[in-house]
């Protein structure tokens, strides 16, 4: 599903345990998102934060593991904090970017149930976001 807001444009999976949008991990996208844009102001160009949390609002409890920063957002849902970064990164670009390179599964390598990409809006009309019920985080 892809959808935007005033500052950022969205891109997720769907779950492969729902086959929705997980409105867990797309409400914690938002609040990154938020949470980035407002501390542009205060932070360098090169500002990063990650870790990973219980994502409360999922009928699974799964945990993700998300980096943000002023020019991406990645959240990975259904995979714990050893998960491998680089690895993830080159799934998420398959799947969810339109210059993507090929890849192949190396064995051992985590699958996430979901996953959202989020990138500054480029002035572009917002369109219509998913419907989020309260999700606690």
Same mark, same amino acid.
């Given at each position: 599903?892809?959808?935007?807001?005033?500052?950022?444009?969205?891109?997720?999976? /769907?779950?492969?345990?729902? &086959?929705?949008?997980?409105? !867990?991990?797309?409400?914690?996208?938002?609040? =990154? %998102? @938020? $949470?980035?844009?407002?501390?542009?102001?205060?932070?360098?160009?090169?500002?990063?934060?990650?870790?990973?949390?219980?994502?409360?609002?999922?009928?699974?409890?799964?945990?993700?593991?998300?980096?943000?920063?002023?020019?991406? /957002?990645?959240?990975?849902? &259904?995979?714990?904090?050893? !998960?491998?970064?680089?690895?993830?990164?080159? =799934? %998420? @670009? $398959?799947?969810?970017?339109?210059?993507?390179?090929?890849?192949?599964?190396?064995?051992?390598?985590?699958?996430?149930?979901?996953?959202?990409?989020?990138?500054?809006?480029?002035?572009?009309?917002?369109?219509?976001?998913?419907?989020?019920?309260?999700?606690?985080?």
């Amino acid at each position: 599903m892809i959808w935007a807001n005033k500052t950022h444009k969205y891109s997720a999976t /769907i779950c492969r345990h729902t &086959g929705k949008t997980c409105p !867990a991990a797309a409400h914690m996208a938002r609040k =990154l %998102a @938020d $949470a980035v844009k407002q501390a542009e102001p205060l932070t360098a160009d090169d500002f990063e934060i990650s870790g990973t949390a219980q994502l409360s609002g999922c009928p699974r409890r799964c945990s993700a593991k998300y980096t943000a920063s002023h020019s991406r /957002i990645r959240l990975f849902a &259904g995979v714990d904090d050893t !998960a491998d970064d680089t690895t993830l990164n080159r =799934l %998420a @670009d $398959a799947l969810l970017t339109a210059d993507s390179q090929p890849l192949s599964r190396t064995a051992g390598t985590p699958v996430p149930c979901a996953m959202v990409d989020v990138r500054p809006a480029t002035g572009k009309t917002p369109t219509a976001q998913p419907a989020s019920p309260r999700v606690s985080l």
